[in-house]
């Protein structure tokens, strides 16, 4: 898998969007982005994933640079439930590393009232 | 769907037992995977399953870890004989092939617990 690389921590106010991002300068054509976050105490949450084309779903919409050495996550109207460590993945999408997801330490997301 | 569904939730044991950790995956998932999860090593894959056949263990720490799947709705984890390194959050997660490599569901894990 590419090496990521995200913020150790951000901060946002409650109701304004949260954007995450996420640097994989040596991600490999066939390789996925993938987005999971983990609220304390419980297991991780897969949120969005994507390959070249930004991507949206009820939770969060996931923006990919052109030439895909980034991407930005973004929480439109981030909530206190949506503190959590965010974990930005690159990953092949089958094959030998089916579910080989490397975690790394990701991004400890802190929503304030 | 109530998910996957992990216990013991919390286990406590003393060095040299022999402890053992369960999972139900969600049903029609073909996919099963154990991670470990720890503050020095973070999320780590121990082993994962494909209809019920073991795959891929070479995340097993080692020969005192060992994992089954003798159907496709239950999974155990067993540590015989346990150890103090062996303290860290537990999670089963699974996944269906074809709604999406790498789109797992996690449990919210087994905490152990090694005196």
């Known amino acids: 898998d590419a090496k990521t690389t995200q913020p150790t921590s951000m901060d946002c106010a409650e109701g304004r969007a949260a954007n995450l991002p996420c640097n994989h300068s040596?991600?490999?054509?066939?390789?996925?982005v993938y987005w999971y976050r983990q609220i304390h105490s419980q297991g991780p949450q897969y949120i969005i994933h994507?390959?070249?084309n930004n991507e949206t779903n009820e939770m969060a919409s996931l923006i990919i640079t052109e030439d895909r050495k980034s991407s930005t996550l973004i929480l439109p109207h981030a909530t206190l439930r949506d503190t959590a460590v965010y974990y930005c993945?690159?990953?092949?999408?089958?094959?030998?590393?089916?579910?080989?997801?490397?975690f790394g330490q990701g991004t400890i997301l802190t929503v304030h009232p | 769907d109530a998910g996957v569904i992990q216990s013991p939730r919390h286990e406590v044991t003393e060095m040299g037992q022999e402890v053992t950790l369960r999972c139900k995956p969600i049903s029609g998932h073909d996919y099963l995977f154990w991670y470990r999860q720890t503050m020095m090593r973070g999320l780590e894959l121990l082993i994962y399953f494909n209809n019920n056949v073991p795959i891929d263990d070479s995340g097993m720490p080692e020969d005192r870890f060992s994992a089954k799947m003798p159907n496709a709705s239950f999974s155990t984890l067993k540590i015989q004989p346990s150890e103090p390194r062996d303290s860290a959050v537990y999670f089963c997660?699974?996944?269906?092939?074809?709604?999406?490599?790498?789109?797992?569901?996690f449990g919210a894990g087994s905490r152990l617990t090694v005196l």
């Open positions: 993945i690159a990953s092949n999408a089958g094959g030998t590393s089916y579910g080989k997801l490397t």
């Open positions: 997660a699974s996944s269906l092939a074809g709604s999406g490599a790498n789109v797992l569901t």
């Open positions: 994507g390959l070249k």
């Open positions: 040596t991600i490999s054509g066939n390789e996925y």
